[in-house]
């Protein structure tokens, strides 16, 4: 029993290096210059990618770049090269791929040498080298030496194509995949080129993103222009939906001809007439905004339009250049969206989500001014005395008198229309009563 299980063992030792190593097989040891090169791989790779295949020329990379390509099926790798015009001896080379050898991880380099030698021999150009393909699909052929009359066949389908083909000229034919789902062989003269048919996974369509978007047309204006100038820009939607209450403003002398918009269907656009202010002197700058709020109260949303213009007096010189700026969003600027009761420590910057405070900038909350409250406290405590004075008089009258009040009333009446009785004589005579 033991006997058996060492026979096992070291067999097993032998076999391991074998189903480890890796073979390179090309399909021809010599080619023509141009010719279509073709390779199968196998091996127990751990890393392989098209840039661990390299072409030497002699103990050099060879500078001209090559047409190729690696695919894997079922274990096989297959390559194609199409090979340079510069003759000499070559090799292709695998290089820094990691794959297991007698069970450890290498990444010798593994080398097939070749030889490219110009003959009287008939040769193909053929790319792609391999087809992976889930349609229909189409394959360039050219003769690198002489004028040759071809029959192309692809194996699964029975599919016959015949060509003729002039040297250096290249020809493309085309094949059908109906009724095929297995891999099979387009075969050309001496050529075997590997078809794989792959399943078509169904694209599904991407789900549309509703997106509010508002842009000026242009985006941005500078140039030349005379004091009173008149000049178009447009407010469009650029979004999936219908945006309301749009206004047009700026703070800016500008005059701005049809300001408001209630309703912005999507896709659509409205005409904004722009007037250079009157009354500015040649070479004077005009700089500013051109600033559109839109939506709702509480979802309030700005864009903006610079412009920077110098001011002529020579019509000829008129010029209003649109330029197109790509605005970021503040968080790409790496900034800060205030809130309504902050603002920012510096300049503002334009971005998709509105005014952006720099990254050098804070947000900070706005002082307010208590000049209003004590104004109003004022009033209100003016206003108190004044009604506690107008009461108090009220009250006063309307408050009935005492009887000495009403007593030294009626003396003071008596005194003084005795007083206007003192210089006159009294006359007449008693009568008893």
């Known amino acids: 029993m033991k006997k058996g299980l060492l026979l096992v063992l070291v067999l097993s030792l032998m076999i391991m290096p074998a189903i480890s190593a890796i073979t390179l097989n090309l399909s021809q040891d010599s080619y023509q210059p141009g010719e279509l090169l073709q390779a199968e791989i196998t091996g127990n790779f751990i890393s392989f990618e098209p840039e661990n295949i390299l072409l030497y020329k002699g103990d050099k990379v060879h500078s001209t770049p090559v047409i190729s390509d690696l695919t894997n099926h079922n274990n096989i790798y297959y390559y194609f090269a199409i090979l340079p015009y510069e003759q000499g001896n070559y090799s292709i080379r695998i290089e820094d791929a ?50 040759l009359d071809i029959t192309a066949k692809l194996e699964g389908s029975g599919e016959t194509q015949t060509i003729s083909l002039i040297e250096e000229l290249e020809e493309t034919i085309s094949f059908s995949i109906d009724g095929l789902t297995e891999p099979t062989t387009l075969s050309i003269e001496d050529y075997n080129i590997p078809v794989f048919i792959i399943d078509k996974t169904p694209i599904e369509p991407e789900p549309i993103e509703n997106k509010t978007e508002l842009i000026f047309i242009p985006s941005a204006l500078s140039g030349t222009v005379t004091p009173s100038y008149p000049f178009k820009i447009f407010v469009a939607n650029s979004g999936t939906e219908e945006i309301k209450n749009i206004k047009i403003s700026t703070e800016s002398n500008l005059t701005l001809v049809n300001t408001e918009s209630n309703l912005l269907e999507a896709t659509k656009q409205y005409e904004i007439t722009v007037i250079i202010p009157s009354g500015l002197k040649k070479g004077q700058n005009l700089e500013g905004t051109i600033i559109a709020e839109f939506g709702d109260l509480l979802d309030k949303q700005t864009i903006t339009l610079p412009f920077n213009f110098e001011i002529t007096e020579d019509e000829r010189q008129i010029e209003v250049i649109s330029e197109t700026i790509t605005l970021l969003s503040c968080e790409d600027l790496n900034g800060t969206l205030c809130d309504d009761d902050e603002t920012c420590s510096i300049s503002t910057e334009t971005s998709t989500d509105g005014s ?20 109003g406290f004022m009033i209100i405590i003016f206003v108190i005395i004044i009604v506690f004075v107008l009461y108090y008089k009220g009250r006063k009258r309307l408050k009935p008198k005492s009887t000495d009040e009403i007593l030294k009333e009626k003396r003071e009446k008596y005194g003084d229309r005795m007083k206007g009785t003192e210089s006159k004589e009294i006359s007449g005579r008693l009568d008893r009563s």
């Open 356 to 375: 952006c405070c720099p990254e050098e900038g804070k947000c900070k909350k706005e002082k307010k001014s208590n000049t209003g409250t004590i104004i």
């Open 98 to 147: 990691e794959y297991v050898k007698s069970g450890s991880t290498v990444d010798d380099t593994i080398i097939q040498n070749f030889t490219i030698l110009q003959s009287n021999k008939s040769a193909l150009s053929i790319n792609p080298g391999f087809i992976l393909t889930s349609e229909d699909f189409t394959i360039d052929i050219k003769s690198v030496y002489g004028n």
